[in-house]
Antibody
Framework: EVQLVESGGGLVKPGGSLRLSCAASGFTFSRPWMSWVRQAPGKGLEWVGRIKSKTDGGTTDYAAPVKGRFTISRDDSKNTLYLQMNSLKTEDTAVYYC???????????????WGQGTTVTVSS | EIVLTQSPGTLSLSPGERATLSCRASQSVSSSYLAWFQQKPGQAPRLLIFGTSSRATGIPDRFSGSGSGTDFTLTISRLEPEDFAVYYCQQYGSSPLYTFGQGTKLEIK
């Protein structure tokens, strides 16, 4: 069964740090591009960042609100995606989802597998 | 920065009716990079459509997508009870790299 399971969420004070993990199973983890998408309480979906497959360079891209504070990495040997979040702000409070995307230069098949999400609350 | 505007904000229909959801982009989007998602309360989003009109694996054929340029549409031909949810369109490729619309809530009339 294809599955993504996020962990690492919790309550953290403003200015603090947190690392989220996303454990993958049921597919070849090294192949897809991986993204983090978040959803603030009662709000819509917001893309956080993406890491390409190592075959496609393993490069990362981030949304403007998190650039310079968040870092995405992947360990293909452990089938795990990470999101290191530093200098957290109250507006980072959200459910964080990891998602896969089979894609390459000039094509994508969309974000087709999603985890169940992990909740991050930033509050004093 | 590209903005996706979905309309209507809420759509009230009955099972068996046809639903038409709109997504308008502030600038042209490649048809290869427009997707639609469904999200039910307490659940993760589910990919319905990618590349404007290609159904994702396991998606029933009552869901269809169309459009080009700045105007895209998700159509549900005959609503089933399980189709009542929030729907998001998404683009890839323009700054920011991925953008979601604000969502359309499809509710039972």
């Amino acid at each position: 069964e294809v599955q993504l399971v996020e962990s690492g969420g919790g309550l953290v004070k403003p200015g603090g740090s947190l690392r989220l993990s996303c454990a993958a199973s049921g597919f070849t983890f090294s192949r897809p591009w991986m993204s983090w998408v978040r959803q603030a309480p009662g709000k819509g979906l917001e893309w956080v960042g993406r890491i390409k497959s190592k075959t496609d360079g393993g490069t990362t891209d981030y949304a403007a609100p998190v650039k310079g504070r968040f870092t995405i990495s992947r360990d293909d040997s452990k089938n795990t995606l990470y999101l290191q979040m530093n200098s957290l702000k109250t507006e980072d409070t959200a459910v964080y989802y990891c998602t896969t995307e089979m894609a390459g230069f000039g094509w994508t098949e969309g974000m087709d597998v999603w985890g169940q999400g992990t909740t991050v609350t930033v509050s004093s | 920065e590209i903005v996706l505007t979905q309309s209507p904000g809420t759509l009230s229909l009955s099972p068996g009716e046809r639903a038409t959801l709109s997504c308008r982009a502030s600038q042209s989007v490649s048809s290869s990079y427009l997707a639609w998602f469904q999200q039910k309360p307490g659940q993760a989003p589910r990919l319905l459509i990618f590349g404007t009109s290609s159904r994702a694996t396991g998606i029933p054929d009552r869901f269809s997508g169309s459009g080009s340029g700045t105007d895209f549409t998700l159509t549900i031909s005959r609503l089933e009870p399980e189709d009542f949810a929030v729907y998001y369109c998404q683009q890839y490729g323009s700054s920011p790299l991925y953008t979601f619309g604000q969502g359309t809530k499809l509710e039972i009339k």
